[in-house]
């Protein structure tokens, strides 16, 4: 995946929100790229700043909020400097987004078709009738019988699982590069998860768009992404595959989220988990964010932020487990 | 749909009943209609006789039940001051009153509502908080001190409109309206920007107040994350989803506009039926009173009716419940 040029390269972003009280740092010299046709799973606690980074990628930061660092680059062009009016016409066109809760991301006045012509016209140099077919063939693509007529309803004529099919599409409308996923199952059943996942990794390969997957969700990391990046307190604590990253943790907090995944072979007594809680904004400990909470904690982790090496598989921890050979 | 129909004008007919009701108490026990229309030579055969003559000594029930027949008819009995049937005379000074509420209603819809969506998307600016003052003053400042302040000016200092009255009127049928002739246009600008600056003022603020919750939705958030327009966010999507407690808002306060023309129709004399029932209160013309009170509840119920079929027509969600009887899927 490193042989190709990145569709989005995020090089140490730093946001921070400013009130009263001086600026808070929300995330923390993020850095990550995600390959074409790549799904990168961004997991972690609420709170990590996950759903932020992805909000600074496609721009809709809201005040008091601010990009206060960084660069993110869109196939090697900065976007993060970009005015508004220039940054309407990338997203949608070439980042697309999947919010988590698709009974309230559709508007509820308006036809799925109208709304997916709209969004084809805004940036495709197609007519009404050109946009309309495609708006059916992108439903039809996702998997929604009798698109032909299905495209003049309204939104609270489908199904939670089937709207998400039609957020998707909308995402999809003008093919781009990059969609950015937020949470996009966790307001569905878990037997309508897997459709929604798989139908993901299906666009994703046929259309060849890269996937930034923003989720709490082990599981549906471990079902979807190709590659992983663990957060904790606005910093990235852990990146790699996700066999190796699920199987052989390097850092203690990954270690300890993958722990306490209830399994389904070892029917444990009590549920594992890490003990205390993620720190607050304007309480985040000197040094390694987690030391409060880690045991393998010493002084040096009280003292210094630890790095993120560049590699593979690599967390930004003084004292990594090792990796089982 | 049409379940939902019968429940509105079931709904409805209730209310006209009870209003009825209350009319007729006023017309009955407010004062002795007798003594009111006889003078005091009056013999007590004369008395006797308009007393039969005016169903008077029927039961409390048969009075009642004549009462609303003779109402549904459009029978309000004959008005004690000038003798003529109560009916005719809400029918003439109708029109008067109706033109008037359009020009306002129209004028707060036309002005309120681009003010509403600049006050909400430009939230932060200099011409919203003026706005925000100056709707302030216009909930606050009484209409009739407004009126009083426009004749002065435009019509005392400017002499550039009228002070009084409609100006010429064009008869079209029993339809008197004062749209078609120059001095009628122009009588009608000054009513109508004093009826209509508080309805400007609400109007404006109810936008305001639903646009800046509808632009935290997650289906706006959604909108501007596919990189619509912003002219497309604000008056397609955003403004579309404001519109239904506009509707509801404005179509009650048509309802209020009539009841409130009659302030406004006392400070420029303009010959409608807010005139009428000024007039009618100072002479205790009961027939009249009952017969606005009648007029007007009617009004008010047939355009919360025509309100709650909008809705059906506005919101897909509400046509589809209909269709299955209240039990639609969510």
Same mark, same amino acid.
Request: hydrophobic fraction near 35%; include cysteine; glycine fraction near 4%.
């Given at each position: 995946m490193s042989s190709t040029a990145p569709v989005l390269s995020i090089r140490d972003l730093l946001i921070t929100f400013t009130g009263r009280h001086g600026a808070l740092t929300a995330i923390d010299g993020v850095s990550f790229d995600i390959a074409p046709g790549e799904i990168l799973g961004v997991v972690g606690e609420s709170g990590a700043g996950k759903s932020l980074t992805g909000t600074a990628v496609i721009g809709?930061?809201?005040?008091?909020?601010?990009?206060a660092g960084g660069t993110i680059l869109l196939d090697g062009e900065r976007?993060?400097?970009?005015s508004q009016a220039e940054m309407r016409k990338i997203r949608g066109r070439k980042i697309g987004a999947i919010f988590q809760d698709p009974l309230t991301s559709l +508007?509820?006045?308006?036809?799925i078709g109208d709304q997916i012509i709209e969004t084809i016209r805004t940036h495709l140099p197609l007519d009404h009738a050109q946009a309309r077919a495609r708006a059916i063939a992108l439903l039809q693509d996702v998997g929604i019988p009798a698109a032909e007529t299905r495209?003049? +309803?309204?939104? +609270?004529?489908?199904?939670g699982g089937m709207r998400q099919r039609v957020v998707i599409a909308l995402a999809l409308a003008a093919e781009p590069r990059l969609i950015i996923a937020d949470?996009?199952?966790?307001?569905?059943d878990v037997s309508i998860q897997a459709q929604i996942t798989t139908l993901l990794k299906r666009l994703c390969r046929e259309h060849g768009t890269a996937i930034m997957l923003v989720t709490h969700d082990m599981g549906v990391i471990a079902e979807t992404a190709d590659r992983v990046a663990v957060m904790y307190a606005g910093r990235i604590v852990e990146v790699g595959p996700v066999s190796q990253v699920t199987?052989?943790?390097?850092h203690p907090y990954t270690a300890g989220l993958m722990a306490s995944i209830p399994g389904m072979k070892a029917r444990e007594a009590t549920l594992r988990q890490i003990d205390g809680a993620m720190p607050r904004l304007n309480a985040?400990?000197?040094?390694?964010?987690f030391n409060p909470r880690?045991?393998?904690?010493?002084a040096c982790c009280r003292a210094e932020k630890p790095v993120l090496d560049k590699g593979r598989h690599v967390a930004a921890c003084w004292h990594p487990l090792e990796a089982n050979p | 749909m049409l379940v939902f129909l019968i429940k509105r004008l079931t709904n409805a007919a209730a209310v006209m009943f009870a209003v009825a009701f209350l009319a007729f108490m006023i017309f009955r026990f407010v004062g002795d209609p007798v003594e009111l229309m006889?003078?005091?030579?009056?013999s007590q055969a004369q008395r006797d006789e308009l007393r039969e003559r005016l169903g008077l000594n029927g039961g409390f029930l048969v009075q009642f039940a004549t009462f609303v027949a003779n109402a549904m008819r459009g029978?309000?009995?004959?008005?004690?001051?000038?003798?003529?049937e109560v009916f005719t005379l809400i029918v003439e000074r109708f029109p008067a009153t109706f033109e008037l509420v359009i020009v306002a209603t129209f004028l707060s819809l036309a002005i309120g509502i681009p003010l509403g969506v600049y006050a909400a998307i430009r939230r932060d600016s200099f011409g919203a908080h003026l706005l925000q003052f100056v709707s302030v003053l216009g909930v606050s400042l009484p209409s009739f001190a407004l009126g009083i302040l426009f004749i002065l000016i435009f019509?005392?200092?400017?002499?550039?409109?009228?002070?009084?009255g409609r100006g010429e009127v064009v008869q079209l049928g029993w339809w008197s309206t004062g749209f078609l002739t120059p001095s009628g246009r122009k009588a009608l600008i000054l009513p109508g920007i004093t009826l209509s600056l508080f309805q400007i003022t609400l109007v404006m603020r109810l936008v305001r107040a639903e646009m800046m919750e509808t632009m935290r939705t997650d289906f706006i958030r959604f909108a501007r994350a596919r990189g619509l327009l912003d002219r497309s966010i604000h008056f397609r999507h955003a403004l579309r989803n404001c519109l239904m407690p506009v509707i509801t808002v404005t179509g009650l306060q048509i309802g209020n506009l009539i009841a409130f023309a009659l302030v406004t129709e006392t400070v420029f004399q303009w010959p409608g039926m807010g005139l009428l029932f000024v007039q009618a209160v100072t002479f205790v013309d009961i027939p009249v009173m009952a017969a606005y009170l009648m007029v007007v509840s009617f009004i008010f119920v047939a355009i919360n009716t025509v309100v709650d079929l909008t809705y059906a027509l506005v919101d897909p969600r509400l046509r589809q419940d209909a269709i299955a009887g209240g039990s639609g899927g969510r």
């Open positions: 809709l930061l809201d005040p008091p909020g601010r990009i976007i993060d400097t970009l +508007h509820p006045l308006l036809t495209i003049d +309803h309204h939104p +609270h004529q489908f199904s949470e996009p199952t966790t307001a569905l199987r052989q943790p390097r985040i400990p000197v040094g390694c964010a880690c045991e393998r904690a010493d | 006889l003078n005091e030579q009056a029978d309000f009995g004959i008005s004690y001051r000038n003798q003529q019509s005392v200092t400017l002499q550039w409109l009228p002070a009084f």
